[in-house]
């Protein structure tokens, strides 16, 4: 009796520290995570053993000469589907407008949220969200002490809590029809392995940044309560295991690991390849789920990126989604990433979604992520 009472509770033990419970599987990293965000999260474990999910930005809001058009979506105008997938960028939640930095109001955001929960889809919300030192944009890194500023005991740590209240607010109101909170990928302070936001590998200490990450989660989880969010850790390109986890916050606030990777040229398939790998390793290891969680390539020109760039290279290995950025409709920064009619790659894209590794609304409608 008494070595059997030692031995479960040695299993526990291991089984705790694997993020899992005896009875429920794997958990996410609240505790008190809702019933529909744990299930999701099982779910996504799963499922990034059978395929991969592909997501887009802002995939219902707007396109490549449209915007605000019910029923609309490039890449359903391209394969006949929408995808499993969707982005949402919150940037200017935090200054109380109406609408972000995309131009998309926040009103908008959440029905459509509302909508892809409803026929099962995932979302995935980001957070280009301004500088809270010098009052500039998300890239002004102008100074090294932004990030320290916000933490306990820093002259903008008020003030960013106020952020923080007005991103709760957001998150607080993501409820289906029963009342019931929708379970959301946040993906706060990505890219940070490169140096362009201020939360950026110059412009903090490692600890900054892990304190940052911490903060946040806790003020979110048990400052307000909010758990219907599964956490995203989510680097730029990165070299080696070591590199992509010098920041990480740690196992007990994450739930996803990640990575951005654009096609900025030849190196592409290999880089997203090592990429790819080292992340899904180091998920597997953690029992996290896994993506790319931002990727867009050269599509007006290279007209097989879809199949022969992306699709190859991540077929072998285990991801739960690939998401593709947006396809603006003003003020172009970039070209749209995604699939849209009279794109030289749309073909291509057809044969993408075709193929039975890539999985799209269709695929994950049935699936109930939720339950
Ligand atoms: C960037 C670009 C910008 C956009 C930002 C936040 O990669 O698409 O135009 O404002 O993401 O969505």
């Not at 760039?309 to 003003?330: A, D, G, K, M």
Request: charged share 20%.
């Amino acid at each position: 009796m008494q070595i059997i009472q030692k031995f479960s509770g040695a299993l526990v033990g291991v089984l705790l520290l694997a993020g899992c419970t005896a009875d429920q599987g794997p958990v996410p990293a609240d505790p008190l995570a809702t019933r529909e965000t744990v299930n999701l999260y099982q779910n996504l474990l799963a499922l990034q053993k059978e395929g991969l999910m592909f997501g887009h930005q802002d995939d219902l809001v707007y396109g490549v000469g449209w915007v605000y058009e019910v029923g609309r979506s490039d890449v359903k105008e391209v394969c006949g589907d929408y995808p499993a997938v969707y982005g949402w960028e919150l940037g200017h939640l935090e200054l109380g407008e109406p609408y972000s930095l995309d131009s998309v109001h926040f009103d908008t955001i959440r029905s459509k949220i509302q909508e892809v929960y409803r026929r099962g889809g995932v979302n995935t919300v980001s957070w280009h969200l301004r500088n809270p030192l010098t009052g500039g944009s998300a890239w002004d890194v102008s100074s090294a002490e932004a990030v320290k500023s916000v933490l306990p005991g820093g002259g903008k740590h008020d003030l960013y809590l106020g952020y923080l209240d007005k991103l709760a607010g957001f998150l607080l109101s993501l409820k289906s029809g029963d009342g019931t909170f929708i379970p959301v990928i946040f993906r706060p302070y990505h890219e940070h392995t490169g140096s362009w936001f201020w939360w950026g590998k110059n412009l903090c200490t490692v600890e900054e940044y892990k304190s940052l990450w911490r903060m946040t989660v806790e003020y979110l989880r048990d400052t307000k309560n909010i758990h219907h969010l599964l956490y995203a850790y989510s680097t730029d390109r990165f070299s080696t295991e070591e590199e992509y986890l010098e920041r990480y916050p740690g196992d007990d606030v994450i739930d996803m690991m990640a990575f951005d990777l654009y096609d900025r040229g030849p190196d592409f398939p290999e880089t997203l390849k090592n990429c790819a790998e080292t992340v899904s390793r180091l998920a597997a290891a953690r029992t996290k789920i896994g993506a790319v969680s931002e990727t867009g390539g050269p599509i007006a020109t290279q007209t097989d990126w879809w199949t022969a760039r992306l699709l190859e290279t991540l077929r072998p290995i285990s991801l739960s989604y690939v998401l593709v950025w947006r396809n603006p409709w003003q003020g172009a920064s970039h070209a749209p990433f995604g699939p849209h009619p009279g794109n030289p790659s749309a073909e291509d894209f057809v044969l993408f979604y075709n193929d039975p590794h890539t999985l799209f609304q269709k695929e994950v409608t049935g699936r109930n992520l939720y339950q």
